[in-house]
């Protein structure tokens, strides 16, 4: 027979389970909650600069395209390369599958949503459909954009750590990035181009190019404030266990 759980000061008698310890659960739950709210901010065009026209050859500069979830994405990336680096590549495939899960479960239930019956008085049914509505080409772009970003992104950055140990962690996050999101962009581009608009191989070069450095410039910005988080998860995660004699160090 099992025994309670001691330490729950509510019963004496009752048997739970106990609440895993340590920071994972908690960068997990931000990551996909990152994830699934992009995908709604993403349904909202973003047009910067919309009244200037400037062009480099064929590389359109103004204005500069993007969606509503352009400053989500990159905390998605940082999120995950925390979870490599911390907890390294099996918990963070592990983190980007339930990720991955969690999108489809909020698709079909956007789907589901959308096709309930409205009440007679709702009103606001193509609002709604129009923000959350489901593309079956759009859905399935972002799914395979992120399951395959995320999961090279993360790789990238073992490797690179596996060689580098404890050091220039900028390396392993600055060239995690860059695979992960080259390869994030390019895949949704090429299977999401018609729905989204993209028609011309301007129009897909400036996107890829645009959304590209955006997201790999927002790393680098953010390096400090990312450092920092490392260093104090592996600070303060009991079951961290660094790969060198000496104190754990972020850089």
Request: some cysteine; hydrophobic content about 50%; aromatic content about 12%.
């Amino acid at each position: 027979m099992t025994e309670p759980n001691k330490q729950d000061p509510t019963s004496s008698d009752t048997a739970f389970a106990h609440v895993g310890r340590g920071f994972y659960p908690t960068i997990v739950a931000l990551f996909t909650a990152t994830l699934i709210i992009s995908n709604v901010c993403a349904s909202k065009g973003v047009a910067f600069f919309g009244t200037s026209e400037l062009s480099l050859g064929p590389l359109q500069i103004l204005p500069i395209n993007t969606d509503g979830a352009f400053f989500l994405f990159p905390l998605a990336y940082i999120l995950g390369d925390i979870l490599s680096e911390v907890y390294g590549f099996k918990a963070a495939r592990r983190a980007i599958l339930l990720g991955f899960g969690a999108l489809i479960l909020g698709a079909f239930c956007f789907w589901v949503a959308v096709e309930l019956p409205s009440a007679a008085f709702y009103e606001n049914q193509d609002s709604f459909q129009s923000v959350v509505g489901v593309v079956p080409r759009l859905v399935f772009a972002g799914l395979m954009a992120y399951l395959v970003g995320q999961l090279l992104n993360s790789l990238v950055l073992v490797l690179i750590k596996e060689r580098t140990k404890e050091k220039h962690l900028w390396a392993r996050l600055i060239g995690s990035t860059v695979v992960g999101e080259l390869a994030d962009t390019l895949i949704f581009c090429s299977i999401a181009a018609g729905v989204i608009g993209i028609t011309t191989w301007r129009d897909f070069v400036n996107y890829v190019i645009v959304g590209f450095l955006w997201k790999t410039l927002v790393e680098v910005l953010v390096l400090p404030i990312t450092y920092r988080a490392i260093a104090f998860i592996k600070k303060r995660e009991p079951s961290y266990a660094a790969s060198v004699s000496v104190p754990v160090k972020a850089g």
